[in-house]
């Protein structure tokens, strides 16, 4: 299964024409969140998304909520929405948890969760899953200038669950970065998109 990861588009509607202009060489994609900037912006970036026709794996980032990434994703048939949940595309299960985590020195306006709110959203995470996370596990694609900013509670569920990927954003200065906890791949998608073969195990 030949997947395209990508997060952080923050309304970038150009970086997303070429993330809908790669789409059809691939099986599916996944959208680590961020399609807005600070709750602004969030339908433009969608409109240009939706032209997908590959089913679609999208979470909320900190800059919309999952409520807002649902309304605005309403008329895309291809996309599947996760918060706490999961979806089986062709055999794989996909699980997804979106917002940032830990809580971020943004304010009021960022959709942030605690490392105890994570940890229940997580807790139905299955092995060998697809784990889509907008924010990276701590000490892993998290660094920025100098502070691993991840969260322990995705790293334990990476450690316990051990996805076959996990795929992550939020941390601007590690995108297209890639590291491993264990035998599951972290990958920092980043705006410009990056492909993924997913083989078995």
Do not use: K
């Not at 395209?4 to 509607?13: E, I, K, P, Q, R």
């Not at 994570?118 to 060998?128: F, K, T």
Request: with cysteine.
């Amino acid at each position: 299964m030949n997947i395209l990861l990508f997060s952080d588009l923050h309304v970038d509607t150009a970086a997303a024409q070429r993330i809908v202009e790669r789409a059809a060489t691939v099986d599916l994609l996944i959208g680590a969140g961020d399609f807005a900037s600070a709750r602004r912006g969030l339908q433009r970036c969608i409109d240009v998304l939706q032209a997908i026709e590959r089913p679609t794996i999208l979470v909320a980032g900190n800059n919309e909520t999952t409520d807002e990434l649902r309304e605005a994703c309403r008329h895309w048939p291809a996309a599947h929405i996760l918060q706490g949940t999961s979806v089986t595309l062709q055999g794989q299960t996909f699980y997804g948890v979106g917002g940032g985590i830990p809580v971020t020195p943004f304010g009021a306006w960022s959709y942030d969760f605690s490392e105890e709110q994570a940890a229940d959203l997580l807790a139905d995470c299955p092995e060998n899953c697809v784990l889509v996370v907008h924010s990276p596990p701590q000490g892993a694609v998290d660094l920025n200038e100098g502070r691993h900013l991840g969260s322990s509670s995705i790293r334990r569920t990476i450690e316990r669950a051990q996805p076959r990927l996990v795929v992550c954003g939020h941390i601007h200065a590690c995108a297209g970065q890639q590291t491993q906890i264990g035998a599951s791949p972290v990958i920092n998608a980043g705006p410009a998109g990056m492909e993924w073969e997913l083989t078995p195990r």
